[in-house]
């Protein structure tokens, strides 16, 4: 299973590292040893060439505050310009100041390095440092290479301790569950740096839980949808991470591969093998859209935060590790209300919640119940006898259902309102069909829950608060606001977005034609109707490997009674990303990003802006984000900050659901 790397390239890398900080050696030859199990350390090699990433990765686990950042090469992390200071409050104000400070340290080191790469000789204290940092003879091309590599990376030494003690509650469980599948336990530190082990974490990109399962990988492996997300389960969420690794591992036969997979993905990495062949060469000389400086550096940071994680002592002292909890685990029978279960049980509500992070708001507002099959987690003091004996009479048969209600000939919406028992301002609102609320025959309306009913925004109606955007300016006229002054129509789901029409062929089959939106997949397709990817994919003439993109019209097959079952699936699909962004994010302001000539979607969104697809697309309606974007074009785009940062309980301008 492992590659064969030579009597006398292993004997070298063998001495030199049998002495190195991390115990670490060089892998094993399996044919030469058929029965000898691998060490977790000959799993998990350090190469020369990375060490001076592992190095600097450890350093910023353990030395740099969030107080403190280096300005530094991304190509070679050993060249560090300079260590800047940063303000450690966790407040919007910090945030805004701290992103100065490092804007001007990159002007600041890409103006020196620009100099140099003119070809004449450092004359400033500051060039005369950094023409230091190069070899002797640096051609001036490789000073203009370097001005293009300049990043800054705060301090986490706070944040990862932190890691380290939450880990203590659950980490020998996930040791246990790592090894039944037959892969080394030392896999368990991973979420040390995917998340610092907190089950909250949420990033920018949809990624959740302790393990940062995307909803698209998560899906392959647990169950996800709008009443629970298995991803914020540390037990099941375990168990997708080593199902998901234990792939990897298999089809990329070594363990460095295997865990930059867990980050760039499996077919990325199956490309990169096929090319380069071994990890070295791979982290060397592979280069692709979505290989830059994450997926290039994930493996040495594992590589860093295993090691930090199992010597805390030597760089934190002595701190306390939380121990594990003590809970009754209980799979329910039946379907559940939230506010039911708790009103028999010696529980409250708030509890139930925080021991019970899979389960999504719409299940703690009422709108949704806890599915039958879930295993809840309860204080120890609830034991299962106790369950078996309170929520027996508590059981539903079916999931409560979100209201839709199919347009036929006669209807209004004014007769709808009052059919539902709804206000029509609300049912308008849910549905964006504008101040004379037209509707047609065959639309789909979704029915607003109690719950959703009048929201306001400053005390004021959703629909004054958040005004319907007017058409784009031309890029010369656009304004540069500094604030959110001018905003999209509102940023919850309208059904009028996911327009469904039918259709019928010849034989009778009955098909829906929709235009795929932000973050759809075929999968997800198939999944909410029930059917075969493929069957979709042939209908459409579309590749195994063609993606969505947005706008694209699509045909899909409808099963009998389907319609309704689609809609309201594809509804809470974009429902639960915009609600699960908005809890862990607000919009603290907003600017504008004019694209430049090289810029994709890809690079827009994840290197310049750091905000998802869907966020941009959002602020910028009248404009079909899409692949490349016209060179010039002003978009309009959020600056979102997580609500962590302001724990004082001061105004943002969130929105709310």
């Not at 063998?14 to 900080?21: E, G, H, N, Q, T």
């Not at 025959?441 to 959703?452: A, H, M, N, S, Y």
Request: net charge positive; proline share 6%; with cysteine.
């Amino acid at each position: 299973m492992f590659r064969f790397i030579g009597r006398s390239v292993y004997l070298s890398i063998l001495s030199a590292v049998i002495i190195c900080v991390f115990g670490i050696a060089a892998p094993v030859c399996r044919a030469a040893y058929p029965t000898a199990p691998l060490k977790q350390a000959e799993l998990f090699p350090v190469y020369d060439l990375i060490q001076p990433n592992v190095t600097f990765w450890t350093n910023i686990f353990t030395q740099y505050t969030r107080g403190q950042a280096l300005v530094h090469d991304m190509g070679d992390l050993s060249r560090i310009y300079e260590e800047i200071r940063l303000n450690p409050a966790k407040t919007k104000e910090a945030a805004r100041a701290n992103k100065k400070i490092k804007k001007a340290a990159i002007k600041k080191y890409k103006t020196v390095l620009m100099n140099l790469s003119r070809g004449r000789a450092p004359k400033t204290t500051v060039e005369k440092k950094v023409a230091a940092l190069f070899p002797d003879k640096t051609k001036p091309a490789a000073f203009r290479d370097a001005a293009r590599r300049l990043r800054v990376q705060t301090g986490l030494k706070e944040h990862f301790m932190e890691g380290v003690i939450r880990s203590g509650a659950l980490i020998d469980e996930f040791k246990t569950i790592i090894k039944s599948y037959g892969l080394p336990e030392d896999l368990a530190y991973l979420p040390c740096l995917e998340s610092a082990y907190d089950v909250h974490t949420y990033s920018k990109y949809g990624a959740a839980g302790l393990w940062q399962f995307t909803h698209y990988t998560g899906k392959l492996f647990m169950d996800i949808n709008y009443v629970v997300d298995q991803r914020r389960d540390p037990i099941a969420s375990t168990h997708g991470a080593a199902q998901l690794l234990k792939r990897n591992y298999e089809t990329l036969q070594n363990w460095p591969m295997a865990i930059t997979a867990y980050n760039h993905g499996l077919y990325g990495m199956s490309r990169a093998k096929a090319k380069h062949g071994t990890y070295p060469a791979i982290h060397a000389n592979y280069s692709s859209r979505s290989f830059k400086f994450a997926s290039r550096n994930f493996y040495p940071e594992f590589i860093a935060a295993r090691h930090v994680a199992k010597n805390y002592i030597h760089y934190y002292g002595n701190i306390t590790l939380d121990r594990p909890g003590q809970e009754t685990r209980y799979k329910v029978k039946g379907f559940l209300h939230a506010k039911e279960l708790v009103d028999k049980l010696p529980l409250d509500l708030k509890t139930l919640q925080a021991m019970n992070p899979a389960l999504r708001q719409p299940v703690f507002d009422g709108k949704k119940y806890i599915p039958a099959g879930h295993t809840l987690y309860l204080p120890k003091h609830i034991s299962s006898d106790m369950l078996d004996k309170t929520l027996f009479p508590l059981y539903r048969s079916a999931q409560r259902i979100t209201p839709f209600h199919r347009v036929v000939r006669g209807d209004t919406a004014g007769s709808i309102a009052d059919t539902y028992k709804v206000p029509l301002k609300d049912l308008i609102a849910m549905n964006g069909l504008g101040r004379k609320a037209v509707i047609h025959v065959g639309q789909t309306l979704k029915i607003p829950f109690k719950e959703e009913r009048a929201r306001t925004t400053d005390g004021m109606p959703q629909s004054k608060a958040l005004p319907q955007s007017k058409p784009e300016p031309t890029p010369a006229a656009q304004p540069v606001p500094n604030k959110l002054t001018k905003l999209p129509r509102d940023l919850k789901v309208v059904t009028s977005d996911l327009e469904l029409k039918t259709v019928h062929d010849e034989k009778g089959n009955k098909y829906a034609v929709i235009h795929a939106t932000y973050e759809e997949t075929i999968g997800n397709y198939a999944d909410w109707l029930g059917i075969d990817a493929d069957e979709i994919r042939k209908l459409n003439k579309m590749s195994p490997t063609q993606n969505l993109s947005a706008g694209l019209e699509v045909t899909l097959p409808l099963p009998s009674g389907s319609v309704t079952d689609f809609q309201e699936k594809r509804v809470e699909f974009h429902q639960e990303i915009i609600e699960d962004f908005f809890k862990a994010y607000f919009i603290a302001g907003t600017h504008t990003y004019t694209v430049a000539p090289e810029d994709t979607t890809w690079d827009i969104c994840r290197e310049k802006l750091e905000i998802p697809f869907w966020l941009l697309q959002k602020f910028n309606p009248d404009i079909r984000i899409n692949g490349l974007v016209a060179k010039g074009r002003v978009l309009l785009y959020p600056l979102a900050e997580p609500r962590a940062k302001h724990p004082d309980g001061s105004k943002d301008l969130s929105y709310a659901f």
